[in-house]
Structures are given as C-alpha cells and as structure tokens.
C-alpha cells in the first residue's frame, strides 16, 4: 500500500531528526499546524472515548476517500493526532482498516515514546476512525 504524501513527508523529516528532542520539537510543530476544529466539532458527538486527554474527531468522505479533521487538549497527543493523520488522510475505507499503528510510530522513530496509554488512546483514535468509514 503506498503512503499518502504527508505520511512519505513526516518519515523524511522524523527520520532525519537527530535524537528524540529533535523529534519531539517537531512533534509539537506538527501539532501546531492542525486546523481548529469549530465549537459545534469539538462536541461530545465527536469526542474520541478511551484517550485520557480529549481528542475530538469528525471526518468526511470525498471522492472514495476519508478526510479526517482532529484536535486534542494536549500538546504532545496534538502532535500525534497530527502525525496519525498524515497517515490515514486519502486513504478509502479498506485501507483504512490495514493501518498499522505500532508500525507508523516505529518507522518514524516515536515508538518508544509511547507509554501504553497514549498507544491505547492513538488506537482508539484509528479505531473510531475505522468506525466512522463504515
């Protein structure tokens, strides 16, 4: 499956960084760039359950393909929200059930940064995504 060219744009530069405080600069870089989400989006409708910070998701299908939109309270989650997206945005709904998350992460080199409650929130995330594809 090929990569969206977000994603091939996110392993470029994350596999470039030198070191985790490189990457985590970028992390909340990437955060920063995610469009606001309107006060009627960030509704409970649209809150991502099973994360500890809150994350909001609304996502639309365009010509065959998902565009999702997402915020978070937290920075750091912001950020992987951000990086989550650039993974899954222009993909249709089969491909969107064979993301694999943990893979993602590992290849940009942000795997071991994420403790098991921030893994399990970013699952939930993909997993209400995949929910919302159907």
Known sequence: MSLPADAVNALE???????????ARLLMQW????PALDDAQMSDANRVH????QVWLV???????????????ARLIRGLVALLLARVNG????ELQQVDLA???????????????????LNAVLQRMREISL
């Open 59 to 73: 996502g639309e299908l365009r010509d065959g393909h998902w565009q999702f939109h997402a915020n978070s309270d």
């Open 50 to 53: 099973g994360c500890e910070s």
């Open 31 to 34: 955060g920063e760039r995610l």
């Open 103 to 121: 893979d993602w992460f590992n290849q940009l080199g942000l795997g071991r940064q994420l403790s098991e409650s921030r893994s399990n929130g």
């Open 13 to 23: 530069v994350f596999q470039a960084a030198a070191g985790w405080e490189q990457r």
């Open 91 to 94: 993909l249709s709904a089969a």
